[in-house]
């Protein structure tokens, strides 16, 4: 059944628009608090946020649903949402919650929920909150003397950086390397320069200057032309570039060249594998993992198993499945050895303990497979259901027989906007150009 609110990543829209209101927060606190009460007594829910001007608004309305409720609220300011879910276990709280659109523009905002365990919510539990959502909850609402609190919480970026630190081995430093990090003008950028310079390493910041209306404005891990000219500039060992919250990165190695997140699922795969660390031999991807890593785990004895698209359905499979690496071609990458989300900080931080190990530069370490030719093209439609209508199918079954084995196709609608995501992959370039050109034109014809 069709969600209203919720999407692949939580609820996500325009700052004001329909779905990202002050009263749909207010009524998203509520709903959540009543569908996730787990003790006797006051609940404990924390909050964090990206660095969006309308953070500030949904912040208060989500406090006041909460509070209204009967839920004490920690709010944790500016802080990366993997940070988030670290401090739901830590301080013990009932729910955590982000607001943050992640690598959209400031104008969008977002609500993202984890439980008390520090994973996002199941689909199922989503859709009790949203059916609570739109009915009358004045019933549930706290009276007098049992209605929350609201408090700020200090040094909540501090236990973040501590405990990062403390994935990144004993012995190793990152003394004598230069290293450039693009927070995006996001969540990050106080945590991420100040952990790498902790652990040794010459920062070199940028993203870092947040006025609530910059945020992934060409930079950060989806505008990667600035980090690549300053790792050339400032003759980088590495660079990494976060989204505005954090939870995923891409790598600039010292020749500019991006690596994205296939590849750091090869290294760090290999690694751990390598240190008998790889729980079941097998990681965890979506479909859109390129066709090369999938040769290339398969030359390594790795198995791979593929979800939906978004990292929630990825951490899903791998606590069912007892794996403990996962992750998106995006930069979402999931090491739940020590986290329960994708931390593009943690990412990094086991790229480079590879890399001070080896004593080999970046570009070396991190060029573990040849990707398949893969293009990845997105239709925007109005309305209806495009991919139901016959052509669409009929078109969709043609492309797939002229493929054959040599590759994948991958069609599917956006969870957090009005598209429809088309993806060919396989060894002949020409082909897949011409079927996701093809396929295009067809589905936007029935949309």
Not at 318 to 326: A, K, Q, S, V, Y
Not at 350 to 359: I, T
Request: charged share 25%; hydrophobic share 40%; proline share 3%.
């Amino acid at each position: 059944m069709a969600r209203k609110y919720f999407g692949t990543d939580g609820i996500r829209g325009p700052a004001n628009g329909a779905n990202m209101t002050p009263d749909i927060a207010m009524r998203v606190g509520m709903a959540t608090g009543i569908v996730l009460a787990t003790r006797e007594g006051s609940q404990r829910i924390v909050i964090g946020k990206d660095t969006r001007l309308s953070g500030y608004m949904l912040e208060t309305a989500l406090c006041a649903g909460f509070t209204a409720v009967g839920a004490d609220v920690f709010m944790l300011g500016p802080i990366p949402t993997p940070a988030v879910a670290m401090l739901t276990r830590s301080l013990r709280a009932d729910i955590g919650v982000v607001i943050s659109a992640s690598h959209n523009g400031y104008a969008d905002n977002g609500i993202k929920i984890f439980g008390s365990d520090g994973f996002k919510l199941s689909d199922s539990v989503e859709a009790e909150i949203e059916a609570l959502m739109d009915s009358d909850m004045s019933s549930r609402l706290a009276r007098n003397g049992d209605v929350g609190r609201a408090t700020r919480l200090d040094g909540v970026r501090d236990r973040y950086v501590e405990f990062a630190k403390r994935t990144f081995p004993r012995h190793q430093s990152l003394d004598g390397l230069r290293i450039v990090v693009d927070c995006a003008n996001g969540a990050a950028y106080r945590v991420a320069p100040d952990l790498l310079w902790e652990l040794g390493a010459e920062v070199v910041a940028i993203g870092v200057n947040p006025n609530g209306t910059n945020i992934n404005r060409d930079c950060g891990s989806t505008s990667l032309e600035a980090i690549r000219a300053k790792v050339r500039e400032v003759r980088a060992d590495i660079g990494i570039a976060l989204d505005g919250d954090a939870d995923r990165v891409i790598i600039i190695d010292e020749k500019g060249d991006v690596v994205d997140g296939d590849q750091l699922l090869a290294v760090i795969a290999r690694s751990w594998q390598e240190a008998g660390r790889l729980a079941k031999g097998t990681v965890v991807t979506t479909v859109m993992s390129n066709l090369g890593l999938q040769r290339y785990f398969d030359s390594c004895g790795i198995a791979m198993e593929r979800t939906k698209v978004g990292d929630r359905y990825v951490a899903e499979r791998m606590r069912e499945g007892g794996f403990n690496i996962g992750g998106e071609q995006s930069g979402h990458i999931i090491l739940t050895d020590y986290t329960t989300t994708g931390d593009g900080l943690l990412a990094a931080l086991e790229l480079m303990a590879v890399v001070v190990e080896s004593g080999r530069r970046v570009s070396e370490v991190c060029h573990r497979f040849e990707p398949v030719p893969q293009i990845l093209k997105n239709v925007r439609f109005k309305g209806g259901k495009p991919l139901e209508a016959m052509p669409v199918i009929d078109a969709i079954d043609a492309a797939k027989a002229r493929l054959g084995e040599t590759g994948r196709l991958v069609i599917r609608p956006s969870g957090t906007e009005p598209l429809i995501r088309i993806m060919a992959e396989g060894d002949d370039a020409a082909l897949i150009h011409s079927l996701v050109d093809e396929l295009c034109t067809v589905v936007g014809a029935h949309g």
